[in-house]
Structures are given as C-alpha cells and as structure tokens.
C-alpha cells in the first residue's frame, strides 16, 4: 500500500486527476502504431503499382512526389479516423492512452493534420520536439503544444473517457 502512494505521489497528474502519458509508452504505442501504417503503405504501394502497369514507382518516376504525399496522407488519414472517432489508434488503445483536447471536445481534421505534421517535424528535429516532454511537468511533446492537446492514461478500472464524448 506504501508503495502505492509513493508511486502516485511521483507521477504528474492533469487538473481532473488523470496521469500524463510518459514518453515510454508513448513510444510504445507509436511502435504498435507503425505496423498499421506500414500494412496500408503497403497496400497503397500495390495499388500504385498496379496503376503504373506493374512497375515500381522510383525516385525518378514523374508521380514520385505524388506517391510520397499519398503514402503520408494515407498514414494521417489513419490516425485522424481513429483521433476522432475514439480519441485514440490501435497502439494508444493497447496502452491505454487517450488523446484529449483542452476543452476534452472532438479533434477537428485541421488540427490531427496539425499535430501529425509537428510530430514528424518533431521526429526531423533529432527527436528534440518528443525529448522535451522528459522535462515537463505536463509531459507534452511539441505537437501536444501545437495542437492543443494531451495525451493521458485511462485510469485503472476506469470507463473509457472517449465514451464521454459526442458522437459523429
């Protein structure tokens, strides 16, 4: 029981009393989370390939940087499906992280776009914009900043928080 308390005590909690997501989990479930997104590149990738006659799109092939941008999108357009409609993806719902906004409302398109984008910028940056969260209070990344959200962890026999938010 004393173990218990000293744990809780050392682990930063949200204004409603949820704990922070740390980045060790959130790297986790970012892990689980690559393995869909590399089973749709894969799937986008045969049907690339399928319209350009059976061959293989390369980096000299004129609808390359179309092929690069569809391949992003389709990875966004997974997390943004699953941001808003369960407030959380495959790998988030494994580690039971949720993403949650400010005012605890829907994530809007605009801002899922938002927030992919400065991960990966996060990522570029030699994971300096996933690294600050080590430092922080509130445990955020920088596309938590920039996009105005947080991710938290449902608590332990709790009902899943994204029940409470309204429907599409």
Same mark, same amino acid.
């Given at each position: 029981?004393?173990n218990t308390?000293?744990?809780?005590?050392?682990?930063?909690?949200?204004?409603?009393?949820?704990?922070?997501?740390?980045?060790?989990?959130?790297?986790?479930?970012?892990?689980y989370?690559?393995?869909?997104?590399i089973?749709l590149?894969?799937?986008?990738?045969?049907?690339?390939?399928?319209l350009?006659?059976?061959?293989?799109?390369?980096s000299d092939?004129?609808?390359?940087?179309?092929?690069?941008?569809?391949?992003?999108?389709?990875?966004?357009l997974?997390?943004?499906?699953?941001?808003?409609?369960?407030?959380?993806?495959?790998?988030?719902?494994?580690?039971?992280?949720?993403?949650?906004?400010?005012?605890?409302?829907r994530?809007?398109?605009?801002? +899922?776009?938002? %927030?992919y984008?400065? @991960?990966w !910028?996060?990522l /570029?940056?030699?994971?300096?914009?996933? &690294? #600050? +969260?080590?430092? %922080?209070?509130?445990? @955020?990344? !920088?596309?938590? /900043?920039?996009?105005?959200?947080?991710? &938290? #962890?449902?608590?332990?026999?709790?009902?899943?928080?994204?029940?409470?938010?309204?429907?599409?």
């Open positions: 029981m004393k308390k000293q744990n809780k005590k050392h682990q930063p909690l949200t204004a409603t009393g949820l704990l922070y997501c740390p980045l060790w989990r959130r790297l986790l479930a970012i892990l989370d690559s393995f869909a997104a089973a590149s894969f799937l986008l990738g045969a049907i690339w390939v399928s350009n006659s059976g061959q293989a799109i390369t092939s004129p609808v390359y940087p179309l092929f690069l941008l569809s391949l992003w999108m389709t990875v966004w997974y997390l943004a499906i699953s941001w808003r409609l369960m407030g959380q993806t495959l790998g988030m719902r494994a580690w039971k992280i949720y993403l949650i906004t400010s005012d605890n409302s994530i809007s398109w605009l801002v +899922s776009l938002f %927030r984008t400065a @991960a !910028l996060s /570029l940056f030699f994971g300096m914009g996933f &690294i #600050i +969260s080590v430092i %922080r209070q509130d445990r @955020a990344c !920088l596309h938590d /900043l920039i996009s105005n959200t947080q991710l &938290i #962890i449902k608590p332990p026999g709790g009902a899943d928080i994204c029940q409470t938010r309204p429907k599409l």
